[in-house]
């Protein structure tokens, strides 16, 4: 799997004082011995697949999607041992980067693109049919993320048309779809614009707030919602930023108060120095990392049941946090570009080269 050391041997040595949990459902309680275990850490699960999957949704140990390049999604329902390949039929000319698990049968996924290649399709039984229930209309909208409130509730985002950033809204699980009005949108700076690279530059918490991850432009921003989607609020990041290859690629946010921010410069020839950062105060405000992850970061997850501990992905490798995402430490070398957790503590990975992993502790 390419680790540099475990989750287990880092938690050993560095859980800090203060760590608390509670109980995980149907599970034993998740503490720093969970990963003491001398097989912690990602383990590779054989999907049958090359394409890069950039899509994920955890729904539990046992079931999983993923969605990646050439209109792949696939699908397991027996923790990673075999895969089902439920891909709409005539998407292969699609780049699918992001789905949501409404549940185990039911799913939306994304294609992102210029225009029409913009795409959603829902499925209400397992993959075995698909329908589309949005193209793109309009040539200047390009679509990178979505996400649910609830099954019914859900919105998606467009890099900036005239000026702002475009949301995309359901209220009946992703059947049917209509375009916000702009007036409560800020306006986009100059060439800024969001990543579609892990399905996490739009997350949500509870029933009405979302936030959104931008970079490309002089500063990285964080907008938030909590109204679905109707009005908006930003504020600047210390993430680095001011070239279109920097900002922040994705967020995780463990309830209305507590969110991270991980990104960097996504080529593999430049640094990515002060690329994480946390907010107390869903979004309003954001504090540099004391120790971020090393190189660019792709992807991040809070771990159910817990107030402290996080993974984030990136090409490079994988790291955990054990204080809130202040500090990081790299505990796997492989590539993966997304990560999510389903609360039965089922965390799951996906990247390049049909690359799949569920975290075993």
């Given at each position: 799997?390419?680790?540099?050391s475990s989750p287990?041997?880092?938690v050993?040595?560095?859980a800090?004082?203060?760590?608390?949990?509670?109980?995980?459902?149907?599970?034993?309680?998740?503490?720093?011995a969970?990963?003491?275990?001398?097989?912690?850490g990602w383990r590779?699960?054989?999907?049958?697949?090359?394409?890069?999957?950039?899509?994920?949704?955890?729904v539990?140990?046992?079931t999983?999607w993923?969605?990646?390049t050439?209109g792949?999604?696939?699908?397991?329902?027996?923790?990673?041992?075999?895969?089902?390949?439920?891909?709409?039929?005539?998407?292969?000319?699609?780049?699918?980067?992001?789905i949501?698990?409404?549940d185990?049968?039911?799913?939306?996924?994304?294609?992102i693109?210029?225009?029409?290649?913009?795409?959603?399709f829902?499925?209400?039984?397992?993959?075995?049919t698909?329908?589309?229930?949005?193209?793109?209309?309009?040539?200047r909208?390009?679509?990178?993320?979505?996400?649910f409130?609830?099954r019914?509730?859900?919105i998606?985002?467009?890099?900036?048309?005239?000026?702002?950033?475009?949301?995309?809204?359901?209220?009946?699980?992703?059947?049917?779809?209509?375009?916000?009005?702009?007036?409560g949108?800020?306006?986009?700076?100059?060439?800024?614009a969001?990543?579609?690279?892990?399905?996490?530059?739009?997350?949500?918490?509870g029933?009405?707030?979302?936030?959104?991850?931008?970079?490309?432009?002089?500063?990285?921003r964080?907008?938030h919602?909590?109204?679905r989607?109707?009005?908006?609020?930003?504020?600047d990041?210390?993430?680095?930023?001011?070239?279109?290859?920097?900002?922040?690629?994705?967020?995780?946010v463990?309830?209305?108060?507590?969110?991270?921010?991980?990104?960097?410069?996504?080529?593999?020839?430049?640094?990515?120095?002060?690329?994480?950062?946390?907010?107390d105060?869903?979004?309003a405000?954001?504090?540099?990392?004391?120790?971020?992850?090393?190189?660019?970061?792709?992807?991040a997850?809070?771990?159910?049941?817990?107030?402290?501990?996080?993974l984030a992905?990136?090409?490079?490798?994988?790291?955990?946090?054990?204080d809130?995402?202040?500090?990081?430490?790299?505990?796997?070398?492989?590539?993966?570009?997304?990560v999510?957790c389903?609360?039965?503590?089922?965390?799951w990975?996906?990247g390049?080269?049909?690359?799949?992993?569920?975290?075993?502790?």
């Open positions: 799997m390419g680790a540099t287990a041997s880092y050993t040595g560095h800090p004082a203060s760590y608390a949990m509670t109980p995980a459902p149907a599970r034993d309680p998740l503490t720093a969970s990963f003491t275990t001398s097989h912690g590779l699960k054989a999907g049958g697949s090359t394409a890069r999957f950039r899509g994920l949704a955890a539990s140990r046992t999983a993923v969605a990646g050439a792949t999604v696939l699908r397991t329902q027996d923790g990673g041992k075999h895969w089902r390949d439920i891909s709409p039929p005539g998407a292969d000319a699609l780049e699918f980067r992001d949501e698990a409404l185990a049968r039911r799913a939306v996924v994304l294609a693109g210029e225009g029409a290649a913009s795409r959603v829902r499925t209400d039984d397992a993959g075995a698909w329908t589309e229930s949005f193209r793109n209309p309009d040539p909208a390009f679509y990178d993320c979505l996400t409130f609830d019914r509730h859900g998606a985002l467009s890099d900036p048309v005239d000026g702002k950033y475009r949301i995309l809204s359901t209220g009946d699980g992703g059947r049917s779809w209509r375009v916000l009005p702009s007036d949108m800020p306006p986009a700076q100059q060439g800024e969001a990543f579609a690279a892990s399905g996490q530059c739009l997350v949500s918490s029933s009405r707030d979302a936030w959104i991850a931008t970079g490309g432009a002089a500063t990285a964080v907008l919602t909590a109204d989607g109707r009005t908006w609020t930003v504020t990041t210390p993430l680095p930023a001011s070239d279109p290859a920097r900002g922040i690629f994705a967020l995780a463990r309830d209305r108060g507590h969110a991270l921010a991980v990104g960097g410069d996504y080529r593999p020839d430049q640094p990515s120095p002060h690329a994480a950062a946390v907010s105060d869903a979004g405000t954001w504090t540099p990392a004391a120790a971020p992850p090393k190189a660019y970061r792709s992807g997850a809070w771990l159910p049941h817990s107030r402290h501990l996080a992905v990136g090409p490079t490798g994988s790291d955990l946090t054990l809130g995402g202040h500090t990081w430490h790299t505990f796997d070398t492989g590539s993966y570009d997304t999510d389903a609360p039965d503590l089922g965390c990975a996906a390049e080269k049909g690359r799949l992993a569920r975290l075993e502790w």
